[in-house]
């Protein structure tokens, strides 16, 4: 399953709502998706799996959506800490993998 | 808090093995429980997936890399290791170690080391 996140790169100011997109070139049974953010120098962490459950210690304003073939990260109210790359990642079929990434930067 | 620390060469000579080895640290080697694997991440490109072992269980391994790679695990030392033979260039990569729950509908990383750096060159 190839998984396509969009946009490659998202340029936002503190405060804004950000939302990414991770399209799967075929469906994913049972929302067996995972969200992961990755910081320079920092261990990258699991958000969200399931498609929408949140992974313990993550903040309410991490939200995961969607079902079928169609996900969505949306992060309320960017802190400088959000600024990240983040990464789906697909486990329902035979091997488990990862779209491309969405890189929120400082607008 | 779960701690896992990556370790081995930054370079390695094309041909040759890379070595990896990941610490547990910080609470229990659980590995009744757990899952245990690695994930990559070459310049510029998604992460891959590569394997995952599970303590007295064979471990499972991404069809692309399975003819050069060897997962196990030593509860003794609280460690578990990844041997991948014969890189090439095309091997370098961040190398992360992973824990993933036990459970079928639970193959994604709740808890990463911070990746070490591998450079396949001569």
């Known amino acids: 399953i190839v998984l396509t996140q969009s946009p490659g790169t998202l340029s936002l100011s503190p405060g804004d709502r950000a939302t990414l997109s991770c399209r799967a070139s075929q469906t994913i049974a049972s929302n067996y998706l995972a969200w992961y953010q990755l910081r320079p120098g920092q261990v990258p962490r699991l958000l969200i799996y399931h498609a929408s459950s949140r992974a313990t210690g993550i903040p309410l304003k991490f939200s995961g959506s969607g079902s079928g073939t169609d996900f969505t990260l949306t992060i309320d109210r960017v802190e400088p800490e959000d600024f990240a790359v983040y990464f789906c990642q697909q486990y329902d079929g035979s091997l488990d993998s990862f779209g491309g990434g969405t890189k929120v930067e400082f607008k | 808090q779960l701690l896992l620390q990556e370790s081995g060469p930054g370079l390695v000579n094309p041909s040759e093995t890379l070595s990896l080895i990941c610490s547990v640290s910080?609470?229990?080697?659980?590995?009744?429980?757990?899952?245990w694997g690695w994930i990559r991440q070459p310049p510029g490109k998604a992460l891959e997936w590569l394997g995952t072992?599970?303590?007295?269980?064979?471990?499972r391994y991404n069809p692309s890399l399975k003819s050069r790679l060897t997962m196990s695990v030593d509860v003794s030392k609280d460690q578990f290791s990844l041997r991948l033979n014969s890189v090439t260039a095309a091997d370098t990569a961040i190398y992360y170690c992973?824990?993933?729950?036990?459970?079928?509908?639970?193959?994604?990383?709740?808890?990463w080391g911070q990746g070490v750096q591998v450079t396949v060159s001569s």
């Open positions: 992973v824990r993933r729950p036990y459970c079928l509908s639970c193959r994604y990383f709740d808890t």
């Open positions: 072992i599970y303590y007295g269980g064979s471990p």
């Open positions: 910080g609470d229990f080697f659980d590995t009744n429980t757990y899952f």
